[in-house]
C-alpha cells in the first residue's frame, strides 16, 4: 500500500515489536537519534533542532525522510 504507517507503529504484538525494532537497526544512527528522540522520548522538533544546532525546518525535514526511511526498511523486513 501507498498510504504512510503510523508512526510510531503499534508495539503490543510481539512480533511487530521486533520488526520495529530490527528496522530501527537498518536505519543511520542519525534517523534512529531523531525518531526515538522525537516519538519515543517526547523531545519537540523546536528542543531537537536547539539539541542539534539547526534550524526547525531542517530538524522537521530530517524527521519526514527518516519516516520514509523508516517506512522502506519496514516494508522490506515484513516481506523477509
Not at 5 to 16: G, I, K
Not at 63 to 73: P, Q, W
Request: aromatic share 6%; hydrophobic share 35%; net charge negative.
Amino acid at each position: 500500500s501507498d498510504e504512510l504507517m503510523s508512526f510510531p507503529p503499534d508495539w503490543s504484538h510481539s512480533d511487530r515489536r521486533e520488526q520495529v525494532l530490527a528496522t530501527l537497526d537498518r536505519l543511520t544512527q542519525r534517523h534512529r537519534h531523531l525518531l526515538i528522540a522525537h516519538y519515543v522520548d517526547g523531545i519537540p522538533t523546536p528542543v531537537l533542532a536547539d539539541d542539534l544546532g539547526i534550524g526547525l525546518a531542517a530538524v522537521e525535514s530530517a524527521l519526514a525522510r527518516a519516516r520514509r526511511s523508516f517506512k522502506r526498511h519496514y516494508d522490506e523486513e515484513q516481506h523477509r
